[in-house]
């Protein structure tokens, strides 16, 4: 039987709680996965690396890649040094120590990038080192900038408008977000993400950092003309709670926004928490806009805190994925 394909688009933790929701299905279900990941960062290790040595900021691809690493033993252990993270020499202040801060894995997908020459060889190449199952592609071979006007920056000014540049600096911010773009404004997609997106049975976004995770993959013309032709089914997986970034945008505003940034996308699917859908009537109203069906499910941990439970998310994706075209 030929596997399900699945396109899975994203960054960080949030991707990275879809990528492990959709390990917890592969018992269940014949699927082959692609993480989508986007190259705005510019925090951080990543950051650090971005700016002193140039190519693609490597943290959002390395948790992708730990997400989906293989279960024999020895791959977990190169899954924990991927993740390590070298403290100050010391223990104390970073100070001169140029390690300290840094991520195993993102010296390595950097080493790998400049040894092999392109970042997707080496994104192979590392998955191949930790028996991923499944590929991790970037969203573009170049990295970009996310910039965004946003109301109330300065809270001294609450109704001035202003640029705020850098995905940190855009994540972080206090103000209202009224409109984002990539810098260069056209990058170039992907080759490989845009041929597994036309060849996927399924296409999932979110949940994660809307602004600077989600709607980035939407901005790159070549992905986004691959997204609205692709014959796949689309799910589009809600947040549980608003981020800094989003505060003050409702479960329906965040659809909306799907629809704003890529008029021609049509979904299939809208996958919320039970518990954190507090109007379901209006969310069900906004996935309808699109062309799709609400379904709630329990998805999120039972502790309490804002996060998605990769079991439990799996478990409300497999009867999901496993529906009949």
């Not at 992708?64 to 100050?88: I, M, W």
């Not at 998605?308 to 009949?324: E, F, I, M």
């Amino acid at each position: 039987m030929t596997p399900t394909r699945v396109v899975a688009f994203g960054g960080g933790h949030g991707l990275s709680a879809s990528l492990r929701a959709l390990r917890h299905c592969v018992p269940g279900l014949d699927l082959d996965i692609t993480a989508v990941v986007t190259v705005g960062d510019d925090g951080g290790s990543s950051g650090r690396l971005r700016a002193e040595r140039g190519g693609l900021p490597p943290g959002d691809l390395r948790q992708a890649l730990v997400a989906l690493a293989g279960d024999h033993p020895a791959t977990r252990r190169s899954a924990a040094l991927f993740q390590h993270r070298f403290a100050a020499a010391g223990g104390g202040p970073g100070g001169a120590d140029s390690l300290a801060g840094h991520a195993v894995g993102n010296l390595l997908l950097h080493g790998l990038t400049e040894l092999l020459g392109d970042p997707v060889v080496a994104l192979d190449h590392a998955g191949a080192m930790l028996g991923a199952v499944g590929r991790v592609l970037p969203m573009s071979r170049q990295p970009v900038g996310i910039e965004a006007r946003v109301r109330g920056a300065d809270p001294d000014r609450p109704d001035e408008v202003r640029m705020v540049r850098g995905q940190h600096q855009v994540a972080v911010t206090s103000g209202t977000v009224e409109s984002l773009r990539l810098t260069p404004a056209a990058p170039a997609a992907c080759a490989e993400a845009v041929t597994a997106v036309r060849a996927a049975d399924w296409l999932i976004f979110g949940p994660g950092s809307w602004y600077t995770s989600v709607l980035p993959h939407l901005l790159v013309p070549g992905l986004a003309d691959a997204i609205v032709s692709s014959p796949a089914r689309r799910l589009v997986t809600l947040n549980l709670v608003a981020e800094k970034e989003t505060f003050g945008l409702s479960l329906p505003d965040h659809l909306d926004t799907l629809r704003r940034y890529l008029p021609e996308l049509k979904v299939d699917m809208v996958l919320a928490d039970s518990k954190a859908v507090a109007d379901p009537v209006a969310v069900e109203r906004a996935a309808e806009s699109l062309g799709a069906r609400l379904v709630l499910a329990p998805v999120a941990v039972t502790d309490g805190t804002p996060r998605h439970d990769p079991a439990a998310l799996g478990a409300a994706l497999v009867p999901v994925l496993g529906a009949d075209r």
